[in-house]
């Protein structure tokens, strides 16, 4: 019996290595040639594995993408899923410009990575809809937070939670791209503290 968990133990390991060096493999490849023009074989090739056990862990070169994807953004949730109890307008200013800064500063410091995601998303309806699953994972999340405003008399009732979540996030999203793609012409602070700013002031009592 021990040796038997011994050799489960093994395998396990063994497959969360080959499993790693596949990612590690498809981020440089990814990185190098940019999505179109990658290959699962060179993936298969750079990582040192053979077919049969790369196919066992990944689909394919989209596959590798989309959890190269989750492992990126899942930067971006932790700071979206952070607690947020504001007592007053300023405080939730306050946090919400937090939060805006740190997500702008993540999509600069991912900003190779994004460019890979943004290519990936006209070409591969998977990636297109793993995004759209993001997406609407982050408006949920904003939805949330102003849903919570509103029950403690903090932001205008008279705005639906769910639209107003929907158009904040897409004003985000669109100088998040702006950022990545180096496009911006103001600093990431100044950007972060308008578009705050301009959010709070029309939602917050």
């Not at 007053?88 to 999509?107: G, P, Y």
């Not at 990936?120 to 995004?131: D, P, Q, R, Y």
Request: neutral net charge; hydrophobic residues 40%.
């Amino acid at each position: 019996m021990e040796k038997e968990i011994k050799d489960t133990d093994g395998r396990h390991l063994r497959s969360k290595l080959t499993r790693q060096k596949l990612l590690k493999a498809a981020r440089s490849v990814f990185l190098t040639d940019g999505f179109q023009n990658s290959t699962i074989n060179q993936i298969i090739k750079l990582a040192k594995t053979g077919y049969g056990t790369a196919y066992t862990h990944f689909t394919g070169k989209d596959d590798l993408l989309i959890v190269l994807m989750e492992d990126v953004m899942q930067q971006f949730f932790e700071i979206a899923n952070y607690s947020f109890h504001p007592t007053s307008k300023e405080e939730a200013r306050t946090v919400i410009k937090s939060q805006v800064l740190n997500f702008f500063q993540i999509a600069e410091s991912e900003r190779d990575m994004m460019k890979v995601f943004a290519e990936a998303m006209g070409l591969s309806a998977a990636i297109n809809l793993k995004w759209e699953e993001i997406r609407h994972k982050q408006i949920q999340s904003i939805t949330n937070d102003i849903t919570y405003s509103q029950t403690k008399g903090l932001a205008r009732k008279d705005l639906k939670a769910e639209l107003v979540a929907c158009q904040w996030f897409y004003s985000n999203e669109m100088f998040q791209w702006d950022i990545v793609h180096n496009r911006h012409t103001s600093s990431l602070e100044e950007i972060a503290d308008s578009i705050t700013t301009m959010y709070t002031d029309a939602l917050y009592l």
